[in-house]
């Protein structure tokens, strides 16, 4: 079998990792190719089998005219890579890159599955609200990563609920005093009411590690002198995160929404003992509170603040929830999760 996945880019992002997984995987017994529209390499690594076409089709647009433009040349361009690689499957993920893979693999006559990665309501634009219940209708698949999510989907009649796939391949480290928080350094993933929550903690033993790159950066730089924080660290992109979460004792969750978290995942498969924001979409769905983790009342920051010192103060706890965790392994193993896609890719094969 012959399968395209078709994403804006393999930068370092949750959506970026589940397609390089799952790519991966599906090599080991069917071609496999990506198409990005960046010109970039990726941040994961991928398997030598895997093939990764890059597009270059990302031309900034100054005005709503040229955006017209440009999303018509990425469709002509799409729509004939695609006819010319001829895929016995096209997969978008992400909602813009799914409108104009829908559209494309339309105009081929090629089966397409489209793959939801935040929640419905994260744009807030009416447009492409009218665009999606019009466009996402011609696709033969909708993957959501949240049965939360799939309920906003009521417009379209094949929808499936996937969850993201862990695969974890590492040693295990000596936990430190580390509080670990991982993302986007945007206002959406409330790290500036972390690093408030944190400040309340007052334990001189422990620090807080936030890793990521992006626009809110200076800000929370700026925040953290504020406050007098020399405990609290901006630790930028890491590669070996998987190293970070080894090593640290706790995890924080700390957005105001998400799509489904990977890193919440990520962390407690590896042993971290985990508290989240019980935000849209996804924590709910992952941790059982005070069983395999801690959820917070969305955005809390006095109830955050107690559950770390909480969880800093009782080792025993801490063990606790982690043995609990880690069992996530098995739900959401990479093979058992890879497995399931293959049953509705052949499904949307099989049905004419």
């Known amino acids: 079998?012959?399968?395209?996945f078709i994403i804006s880019s393999l930068s370092s992002g949750g959506a970026e990792r589940v397609v390089c997984n799952l790519a991966n995987n599906f090599s080991k017994i069917h071609k496999v190719i990506i198409l990005t529209f960046f010109d970039s390499e990726s941040f994961y690594k991928l398997n030598e089998k895997v093939i990764h076409k890059k597009l270059n089709l990302l031309k900034e647009s100054r005005n709503k005219f040229e955006s017209i433009k440009n999303n018509f040349n990425r469709i002509l361009v799409l729509k004939n890579v695609l006819k010319n690689i001829d895929a016995d499957i096209n997969i978008s993920f992400m909602t813009n890159t799914n409108i104009l893979?829908?559209?494309?693999?339309?105009?081929?006559?090629?089966k397409i599955i489209i793959a939801e990665r935040i929640v419905y309501d994260f744009y807030q634009s009416k447009a492409l609200d009218i665009l999606r219940k019009f466009i996402y209708t011609k696709s033969n698949m909708l993957v959501t990563q949240t049965?939360?999510?799939?309920?906003?989907?009521?417009?379209?009649?094949n929808v499936v609920v996937i969850y993201n796939p862990l695969e974890i391949n590492i040693l295990k480290h000596n936990k430190e005093n580390i509080v670990?928080?991982?993302?986007?350094l945007d206002k959406q993933k409330g790290f500036h009411n972390l690093i408030k929550a944190f400040s309340?903690?007052?334990?001189?033993?422990?620090?807080?590690?936030?890793a990521g790159e992006g626009i809110e950066k200076e800000n929370l730089e700026k925040l953290?002198?504020?406050?007098?924080?020399?405990?609290?660290?901006?630790?930028?992109?890491?590669?070996?995160?998987?190293?970070?979460?080894?090593?640290?004792?706790i995890f924080?969750?700390?957005?105001?929404?998400e799509g489904f978290p990977n890193v919440l995942l990520e962390a407690m498969g590896i042993g971290c003992a985990s508290i989240s924001f019980d935000c849209p979409n996804g924590p709910a769905e992952i941790i059982q509170d005070e069983v395999n983790g801690i959820l917070v009342e969305n955005q809390n920051t006095k109830q955050l603040s107690y559950q770390i010192h909480r969880l800093i103060e009782d080792r025993n706890l801490r063990q606790r929830l982690v043995e609990e965790s880690v069992k996530i392994k098995e739900k959401y193993n990479i093979v058992k999760i890879t497995r399931e896609w293959e049953e509705v890719i052949n499904k949307v094969i099989a049905n004419d």
């Open 180 to 184: 670990l928080a991982v993302g986007r």
């Open 1 to 4: 079998m012959k399968i395209v």
């Open 252 to 257: 924080v969750l700390s957005s105001q929404k």
């Open 147 to 157: 049965m939360a999510d799939k309920k906003s989907y009521s417009f379209m009649q």
């Open 200 to 210: 309340e903690v007052k334990s001189e033993n422990w620090r807080l590690c936030i």
């Open 101 to 110: 893979s829908i559209i494309s693999s339309k105009l081929n006559r090629q």
């Open 224 to 249: 953290i002198v504020n406050l007098k924080l020399e405990n609290v660290e901006l630790i930028g992109k890491r590669k070996d995160i998987f190293n970070w979460y080894a090593k640290s004792s």
